[in-house]
């Protein structure tokens, strides 16, 4: 029996331990036939190579800071050797310093605000652009994504990034659907990862889904949204792009707590 990634070579970032997003993804790709790579920089770097050593087989971790365009060469010249293809891209790529999150937007800075911008939306743009010339049609960008909607408590300047990230994936749509290249976001519910235990005050948007969600929600489970990502790589959505995708048991879709 095939599997929906079958041939596809994926570049997957933001893997940091089993409890990432990135990892169920990366972990169902490779179910579904895909060959891998995984990316991370600095110490960061050293806790994805722990993590890829779960992955069977074992991915490869290149060193990519999406803030650093001659990372983003790099990594272009790598699989442009290893592969001289690439057929999706995993954006799970989100950062923004501690004085712009936890109840801290009235007094936020600008350069923490542009740290946030730039690693959490503009990354997108700058990865998707930096790896074109490799895709090919059918290609396509899955990013992760938080309903920036609304405001959220504690989200802060994440929540603003967010909402760029959105907009960014909306014009990329635009200018890559010409290379037949299809961008898209998973918008995922709150799962407890080690980048949300960062976020100081994100545990009261966790509560919420409790009462609200009514396919209810599993903060500890990353693989609903995985299996939806693996989706958007696959050639089941040959005509999707600009879309913004909810994994949430139906959070957004209730004006209301139900239960």
């Known amino acids: 029996m095939s599997g929906l990634l079958d041939g596809k070579k994926i570049l997957v970032t933001g ?6 997003i990135a990892y169920s993804a990366a972990r169902l790709a490779q179910e579904q036939g895909a060959e ?5 920089f600095g110490r960061a770097k050293s806790l994805t190579a722990r993590t890829a050593k779960k992955l069977d087989p074992e991915p490869p971790v290149l060193e990519l800071d999406v803030n650093k ?6 990594v272009a010249k790598d699989l442009k050797e290893r592969w001289d293809e690439l057929h999706g891209i995993v954006h799970a790529i989100a950062f923004a310093p501690e004085d712009a999150l936890g109840g801290n937007f009235l007094t936020a800075e600008w350069p923490s605000v542009a740290t946030a911008v730039q690693t959490s939306a503009y990354s997108l743009k700058a990865l998707s652009v930096g790896l074109a010339d490799l895709m090919k049609p059918g290609s396509s960008v899955v990013g992760l994504d938080f309903d920036a909607r609304v405001a959220w ?3 802060d300047w994440m929540g603003v990034a967010k909402a760029a990230l959105e907009s960014t994936s909306r014009y990329l749509a635009r200018d890559l659907g010409e290379k037949g290249i299809r961008v898209n976001l998973v918008s995922a519910g ?3 990862t ?5 976020i100081s005050g994100f545990e009261a948007i966790e509560g919420e889904w409790e009462r ?3 396919l209810s929600w599993n903060t500890a489970d990353p693989e609903p949204v995985g299996r939806a990502i693996v989706s958007l790589l696959s050639d089941w959505w040959p005509a999707t792009t600009g879309e913004l995708i909810h994994v949430d048991g139906g959070y957004h879709a209730m004006g209301a707590p139900i239960k």
Request: overall charge neutral; cysteine-free; hydrophobic content about 40%.
């Open 194 to 198: 080690l980048a949300a235990k960062g």
């Open 36 to 40: 891998i790579v995984l990316s991370g």
């Open 153 to 155: 408590p504690a989200y």
């Open 212 to 214: 609200q969600a009514p």
């Open 69 to 74: 365009p001659e990372d983003i060469e790099a």
């Open 190 to 192: 709150p799962i407890k």
């Open 15 to 20: 893997v940091l331990d089993r409890r990432s």
